[in-house]
């Protein structure tokens, strides 16, 4: 029997809205509404809209959260304020990536954690067994992805439109917060009669644009989304948003990180503290002192034809490598691919070929990302 897949309380919205769905990381999400090409564009030159409700919120508190997180994290909770973010990696004890994540530090004992969609399930069963062994007082774990909805704005407009229809409870407009800090206020947009929504909001996200990511109650995410379409947002879908994150050199779990793969194989050693004992910081530190084998690279290609996950990558007709992602990129007007190669061919400019479904077609190794929007 096939496996059932989790809804997200906007679900019945996205439909109405003519989204086609697909499922993915357990959920049924939209692919895309007008089209993958038009979405890209949009959040690249005006402001889109996602629903990324799949993505967990977990909020772990506690006398002893600061000191667990330092555990299970590549990152320093200790050294993270209050009203920031960060991003980093779970480990497991070989340093391969349990999945990758955002956290913010909400209070001096109390954080808000971003797992992906398909790892939450994964990612509360391991923090479960090092609070068990390691900190069995004085930290908590409490799920709330089931009744919140996260909300994506991002493009260069994004903070203008928010500005207009979000206000932060110190009076600052949204725009006033730096980027991988939060903020939480009172949400009066478009639709919005004689309510008060609250929101929190983390300038943060996943597509290479400026945008803010919030966190609202489930009950409340319907009103908001059509204020935020109302106010111009474009909705946006899965498909739109992998070709950005590609376009902006991000890794996605499953594909550039999983378990077999580490931070600094992907090139992402500068999110690993290396003045810290956490899970699998023996295994990475061993990794930075001698290297790696295989390293990840960015690839360009003429024309439409993107190579996908798994196609291989040759030199002299011989596999030093294969695809982890690709797309056509409507912002460069080319192909675009990310893959892992035997770390004596990760040169800058060298010309690997791709095999694509039986024709060779040739790729330059170019520096990651291979687009950042202008500051």
Same mark, same amino acid.
């Given at each position: 029997?096939?496996?059932?897949?989790?809804?997200?309380?906007?679900?019945?919205?996205?439909? +109405?809205? *003519?989204?086609?769905?697909?499922?993915?990381?357990?959920?049924?999400?939209?692919?895309?509404?007008?089209?993958?090409? +038009?979405?890209?564009?949009?959040?690249?030159?005006?402001?889109?809209? /996602?629903?990324?409700?799949?993505?967990?919120?977990?909020?772990?508190?506690?006398?002893?959260?600061?000191?667990?997180?330092?555990?299970?994290?590549?990152?320093? +909770? &200790?050294?993270?304020?209050?009203?920031?973010?960060?991003?980093?990696?779970?480990?497991?004890?070989?340093?391969?990536?349990?999945?990758?994540?955002? /956290?913010?530090?909400? !209070?001096?004992?109390?954080?808000?954690?971003?797992?992906?969609?398909?790892? $939450?399930?994964?990612?509360?069963?391991?923090?479960? $067994?090092?609070?068990? !062994?390691?900190?069995?007082?004085?930290?908590?774990?409490?799920?709330?992805?089931?009744?919140?909805?996260?909300?994506?704005? &991002?493009?260069?407009?994004?903070?203008?439109?928010?500005?207009?229809?979000?206000?932060?409870?110190? *009076?600052?407009?949204?725009?006033?917060?730096?980027?991988?800090?939060?903020?939480?206020?009172? /949400?009066?947009? !478009?639709?919005?009669?004689?309510?008060?929504?609250?929101?929190? +909001?983390?300038?943060?996200?996943?597509?290479?644009?400026?945008?803010?990511?919030?966190?609202?109650?489930?009950?409340?995410?319907?009103?908001?989304?059509?204020?935020?379409?109302?106010? %111009?947002?474009?909705?946006?879908?899965?498909?739109? $948003?992998?070709?950005?994150?590609?376009?902006? %050199?991000?890794?996605?779990?499953?594909?550039?990180?999983?378990?077999?793969?580490?931070?600094? !194989?992907?090139?992402?050693?500068?999110?690993?503290?290396?003045?810290?004992?956490?899970?699998?910081?023996?295994?990475? *530190?061993?990794?930075?002192?001698?290297?790696?084998?295989?390293?990840?690279?960015?690839?360009?290609?003429?024309?439409?034809?993107?190579?996908?996950?798994?196609?291989?990558?040759?030199?002299?007709?011989?596999?030093?490598? &294969?695809?982890?992602?690709?797309?056509?990129?409507?912002?460069?007007?080319?192909?675009?691919?990310?893959?892992?190669?035997?770390? $004596?061919?990760?040169?800058?400019?060298?010309?690997?070929?791709?095999?694509?479904?039986?024709?060779?077609?040739? *790729?330059?190794?170019?520096?990651?990302?291979?687009?950042?929007?202008?500051?």
């Amino acid at each position: 029997m096939a496996e059932s897949t989790l809804q997200t309380t906007l679900y019945s919205t996205h439909l +109405a809205m *003519g989204a086609r769905t697909v499922p993915f990381g357990g959920w049924d999400m939209p692919v895309q509404y007008s089209g993958i090409l +038009a979405e890209v564009n949009a959040v690249r030159t005006d402001v889109g809209v /996602f629903d990324v409700s799949h993505m967990g919120r977990l909020y772990i508190s506690g006398t002893k959260s600061t000191e667990f997180l330092d555990w299970v994290l590549t990152g320093s +909770a &200790q050294s993270l304020a209050v009203g920031r973010a960060r991003y980093c990696f779970i480990c497991n004890e070989s340093g391969g990536v349990i999945d990758d994540t955002i /956290f913010y530090r909400l !209070e001096q004992d109390r954080f808000l954690l971003i797992p992906n969609a398909g790892n $939450r399930v994964t990612v509360v069963d391991w923090f479960q $067994r090092w609070i068990a !062994e390691k900190f069995p007082t004085g930290c908590q774990i409490v799920d709330r992805t089931m009744d919140t909805a996260l909300i994506a704005v &991002q493009g260069p407009r994004a903070a203008g439109l928010l500005d207009a229809c979000c206000l932060l409870d110190s *009076g600052a407009p949204l725009s006033s917060l730096r980027m991988f800090s939060w903020g939480e206020g009172i /949400f009066a947009g !478009e639709g919005v009669i004689d309510r008060k929504l609250r929101f929190f +909001a983390g300038r943060t996200g996943y597509t290479g644009e400026d945008g803010f990511e919030l966190v609202v109650a489930s009950g409340d995410a319907e009103t908001i989304w059509k204020s935020l379409v109302d106010a %111009g947002a474009l909705p946006c879908g899965l498909g739109a $948003r992998d070709v950005l994150r590609l376009e902006a %050199g991000l890794p996605l779990h499953g594909h550039e990180i999983d378990e077999n793969t580490s931070p600094i !194989e992907a090139g992402l050693k500068r999110f690993v503290r290396s003045d810290k004992e956490f899970v699998g910081s023996a295994a990475l *530190g061993h990794q930075l002192e001698h290297g790696v084998k295989n390293t990840l690279v960015g690839l360009t290609l003429p024309g439409r034809s993107a190579p996908r996950a798994e196609y291989p990558i040759l030199d002299q007709g011989q596999q030093v490598g &294969q695809i982890t992602s690709g797309s056509y990129s409507p912002t460069l007007d080319t192909s675009i691919a990310m893959g892992y190669v035997l770390e $004596r061919h990760a040169i800058l400019g060298q010309t690997l070929d791709i095999d694509i479904r039986g024709r060779i077609s040739p *790729g330059k190794v170019v520096p990651l990302p291979f687009y950042s929007r202008a500051k």
